[in-house]
């Protein structure tokens, strides 16, 4: 099997990481229906859900871009914080705790890409 090089790994975890959140920003600029549970569970409301729906939407999308055009660090650590935390929802909400397990690509794909670049050493390293 021939080498795969590391910007190979590299390109493939950026689209793995923009597709992930592009689609789940989608979603939620749509307001999907099937997320309100996931805030009314920690004491959101339908009401205040249905606003930031479409905020967290667009925030994802920027990140999808972003990872796309340039992976930093701080972008990667909210993504692996942020994949985290929408797959802990589900059992949160009263989902089996195989729907959180399911989703640690999301956690895991991040996580990966931002080793590969190298975690940050330093303050300024965060935000390159």
């Known amino acids: 099997m021939k ?3 590391a910007k190979t790994i590299e390109w493939i975890l950026r689209i793995a990481v923009a597709g992930e959140f592009l689609g789940h920003g989608i979603f939620a600029l749509q307001i999907k229906q099937g997320w309100i549970p996931y805030f009314t569970s920690v004491g959101i ?3 205040t859900a249905m606003v930031i729906l479409p905020i ?13 055009i ?16 929408t797959a802990l929802i589900r059992p949160i909400a009263g989902e089996p705790i195989w729907d959180f397990v399911e989703r640690f690509t999301n956690i895991g794909a991040p996580l ?4 590969l670049i190298g975690l940050p050493r330093n303050l300024k390293e965060f935000f390159k």
């Open 112 to 115: 990966a890409l931002l080793l």
């Open 45 to 47: 409301s339908v009401e």
């Open 56 to 68: 967290i939407g667009g925030l994802d999308i920027i990140l999808a871009i972003l990872v796309l």
């Open 3 to 5: 080498h795969v090089n």
């Open 70 to 85: 340039k992976p930093i660090r701080i972008a990667l650590i909210w993504a692996v914080f942020w994949g985290f935390l």
